[in-house]
């Protein structure tokens, strides 16, 4: 039986053996743990963990372990050091599996860009959407040579999140706008979110709430965005369950990224039952019904969306279930089931290595 390895560099285990973090690396760390049990989490150690071993990659038997790799640009280095190990039998080949879970568009140098397909031709690349897979598929095409682009292997779903862990609705006193990232990255345009949310604020009563990694808690925009008085800005959540309790009382979020590959917290957020304002962009499209009435254009657009979304709630919630057709809840549940997720990484991780524990 194969067994995997899974490796993503920013991981952290806390003296207790888990998995510290709630941000999306770490929550699929632990999700892919989950999924293979039995499986290695490739770190410094060797270390014994609560549920899993934790191994430097040098001391990963190169024989029977598929490294699933979250850090896809380094894995030529992954299966040169794999190779070079001496842990595998002779006659085996080491065996690399990418799995990209973030934006490509991150990606802008042509050397970082060149380094991505290169390593998408070479290794076979699970991706955490339909969308991250086209864009794989094209800059393997247009960065790689045709023998390899013709032989690379790509396989996708969505993510999906873990319905058992939504909390029941506590409707706030005061509407909860959520600023739903941890980062106030440029990618982000935490601005265009302060703008738009400071001018509604002077016609409806809210509050903001902004739960940061800690790097970005301390950053100049962060406090910028903590003179407000309206404003809550704190560190993440100490767990998942008070994670998903604080989304209970979240009314809306307004989304302002300029791309995103899956959206993971806008899905969490929308699932757990607050109303969500998109740009109209082809990320925001991906995750909802084609007829989805808080897609905006303009900030002015966003404005008059996200007002509506705090003082007219109930009704905004009845446009969302006659845009899915029925019941926007039922709609989103039946597609970011993260039970798809789990089926598929293992039939792709079988199809492509064989047996896998």
């Not at 009314?251 to 607050?274: C, I, K, N, Q, R």
Request: hydrophobic share 45%; net charge negative.
């Amino acid at each position: 039986m194969t067994r995997i390895a899974v490796r993503y560099r920013d991981v952290l285990v806390d003296p207790d053996g888990h998995v510290a973090g709630h941000d999306a690396g770490a929550t699929l760390v632990r999700r892919l743990l989950r999924i293979f049990p039995g499986s290695v989490l490739v770190g410094d150690g060797p270390r014994r963990c609560d549920g899993f071993d934790m191994l430097p990659l040098e001391f990963v038997d190169a024989s029977d372990t598929v490294v699933v790799n979250m850090d896809v640009v380094d894995s030529a280095a992954v299966w040169r050091t794999l190779r070079g190990s001496g842990t595998a039998r002779p006659g085996t080949e080491p065996r690399v599996m990418n799995f990209v879970w973030w934006t490509t568009s991150q990606f802008t140098h042509p050397v970082d860009r060149a380094c991505l397909g290169l390593s998408c031709a070479l290794f076979p690349t699970f991706a955490n959407s339909e969308r991250t897979a086209t864009e794989i598929r094209e800059i393997v095409g247009q960065w790689t040579v045709q023998q390899l682009a013709e032989q690379a292997r790509t396989g996708w779903v969505n993510l999906g999140i873990r319905l058992e862990h939504v909390h029941p609705r506590h409707e706030p006193d005061v509407p909860v706008v959520l600023y739903p990232a941890i980062w106030l990255s440029e990618r982000k345009q935490p601005q265009v979110f302060v703008d738009v949310v400071e001018r509604v604020h002077k016609r409806v009563p809210l509050r903001v709430e902004a739960r940061l990694v800690e790097s970005h808690l301390v950053s100049e925009e962060a406090m910028r965005l903590s003179r407000h008085d309206w404003v809550w800005l704190g560190p993440l959540t100490a767990s998942r369950d008070d994670y998903w309790e604080a989304l209970s009382h979240t009314t809306a979020f307004l989304a302002t990224a300029t791309d995103e590959s899956y959206g993971l917290e806008y899905v969490e957020a929308l699932v757990a039952g607050a109303v969500g304002v998109f740009p109209d962009r082809p990320w925001a499209r991906a995750l909802l019904p084609a007829s989805y009435p808080l897609l905006y254009r303009t900030t002015a657009q966003a404005e008059a969306m996200l007002e509506r979304a705090l003082t007219d709630t109930a009704a905004v919630r009845r446009e969302l279930d006659e845009a899915a057709g029925g019941s926007f809840q039922e709609w989103l549940r039946a597609r970011h089931d993260d039970d798809a997720f789990d089926h598929a990484v293992v039939e792709h991780v079988q199809r492509w290595f064989g047996d896998a524990t």
